[in-house]
């Protein structure tokens, strides 16, 4: 006992506190005195209650967390200007191998196995739709557009609507602020045109919030969250759920919405090409009574002009002839490289005419046409993809093309087997996640297309530079 007792004053001895008591000693005179004077027990008893003083005295000088594990509010994020990185290679993770690894064998598998060691560098041939990253990120954020920018998108994509104050705002459509965002859990679902009523009797829970029901200030005081929500909910934040399974929450704690100037700003810091969609308006235009289409349209080219941006870098797109055509007269600097986005073949029976109006779109000026990818793709007599009517059209008028999008579907045997959009003219060949590849082959080899919107952009991104589409 006398020698561990020693052994314990020499150890505890070594500690030197210097904390002054009140009572006016030095914390390491007072454990000395204890320690010559007192018992075993008592020695262990002083050194327990000076380590137990010294913590206290300490902790109180120690700034204070919060308890991480206690749910918060979620809180934005103020906009700091982005720092200039031009990231010279691609981080592209493990999706690329795991679809990669799921194809059927052959050479294109073999192909793109013998790429999975190589650096990857960005390509203008993979385009960040939402951001680039909406298939884990919430989309249309700051944090999408960083992630898409990693993973090697060379342009990036925002989605502009109007707010009250006619400002423009990355939203993919006007009024989905109650799918997209936490608006409904907030005081501002006041003013949603249709504000969360929830679920009773058997009918759903319902919202409307729309950019133009709120100002940009506003606007900036919302979260990001993944697209959806749970028709079932009894309470606003119950609505703020209802991610499909085979995306993910994990990055969802708050993202940082963007107004259009703040993306220019973002993409430009990191040198990559920008693409703004004019979303068509949910509400009766003029807005306010002298907002027209138009000036809509042109506010989009002053914002980049206002910016610095060369149109060169710029790829602006619409749904709307009108808009396209808008901007092949108002501006033809920006307007060369505007994209006509196609959908005017999906209603039944319209696909041929679909096909026909490409002639109308190259006459009238149009360059750059942008389909969905079903309208690329066909089934061959074997089962494989092969160009479409659309395609072997497009290429013969000289049209460019671009295509919408990838990784939107979730696993792909499940998407065949609902007769998913995207997949709907190729649904029976198509039977399992590898089969991606199959399709981005076929568009970059046989379609010949200028690039392709991605919510995974690392997908897209393998491919390009392992086949060397720059």
């Not at 990253?133 to 999408?144: G, I, K, Y």
């Not at 502009?160 to 423009?168: G, I, P």
């Not at 693409?275 to 306010?288: A, C, D, I, N, S």
């Not at 060369?310 to 033809?332: G, H, K, M, N």
Request: hydrophobic fraction near 40%; charge should be negative; charged fraction near 20%.
């Amino acid at each position: 006992m006398a020698h561990r007792a020693s052994s314990m004053t020499t150890l505890i001895g070594q500690w030197h506190f210097p904390i002054n008591l009140s009572f006016g000693r030095s914390l390491d005179a007072s454990l000395g005195t204890a320690l010559r004077t007192g018992s075993v027990v008592m020695q262990v008893k002083a050194a327990s209650i000076i380590v137990a003083i010294f913590a206290a005295a300490h902790a109180s000088a120690l700034p204070k967390v919060e308890e991480w594990w206690k749910p918060t509010a979620w809180k934005p994020t103020a906009w700091k200007r982005p720092t200039q990185h031009y990231f010279q290679n691609a981080e592209l993770g493990p999706r690329p191998q795991f679809l990669v690894a799921d194809m059927d064998e052959g050479w294109l598998k073999d192909r793109l196995s013998a790429c999975s060691d190589m650096v990857a560098r960005p390509t203008k041939f993979s385009i960040g739709h939402r951001g680039g990253a909406c298939l884990q990120f919430p989309e249309e954020t700051r944090e999408s557009v960083e992630a898409g920018t990693r993973m090697g998108a060379g342009i990036l994509e925002c989605d502009v609507a109007f707010t009250s104050d006619r400002e423009l705002v990355c939203r993919h459509d006007q009024c989905d602020l109650h799918t997209t965002t936490n608006i409904v859990a907030t005081e501002l679902n006041a003013k949603c045109t249709t504000p969360f009523s929830p679920a009773v009797n058997g009918s759903d829970a319902t919202a409307k919030c729309c950019t133009s029901d709120i100002t940009l200030a506003e606007f900036k005081s919302l979260c990001g969250k993944m697209d959806g929500y749970n028709a079932s909910a009894i309470t606003p934040e119950d609505f703020l759920h209802g991610t499909p399974a085979w995306r993910t929450d994990l990055y969802a704690t708050c993202g940082t919405v963007l107004s259009h100037k703040e993306f220019l700003e973002l993409v430009d810091s990191h040198g990559r090409d920008f693409t703004t969609e004019l979303k068509q308006p949910r509400v009766p235009m003029p807005f306010g009574g002298n907002y027209t289409q138009e000036l809509y349209a042109q506010q989009v080219i002053e914002e980049y002009r206002a910016a610095g941006i060369d149109p060169s870098r710029a790829w602006l797109q619409s749904f709307s002839f009108a808009d396209v055509a808008y901007w092949l007269q108002a501006d033809p600097a920006f307007g060369k490289q505007a994209v006509l986005l196609d959908e005017s073949g999906d209603a039944p029976g319209s696909f041929s005419a679909a096909v026909a109006n490409l002639s109308f779109y190259k006459d009238a000026g149009v360059q750059i046409v942008a389909p969905p990818l079903q309208y690329l793709v066909a089934l061959g007599e074997s089962g494989e993809y092969i160009p479409s009517d659309y395609a072997t059209t497009a290429k013969a008028l000289g049209l460019k093309i671009l295509t919408w999008s990838l990784e939107r579907s979730g696993p792909l045997a499940q998407a065949a087997a609902n007769d998913d959009y995207y997949y709907s003219t190729i649904a029976n060949g198509t039977s399992k996640d590898g089969d991606m590849y199959r399709l981005v082959d076929v568009l970059a080899r046989q379609v010949g297309v200028l690039g392709i919107f991605s919510d995974w952009s690392a997908t897209v991104t393998y491919y390009a530079n392992c086949f060397g589409f720059f």
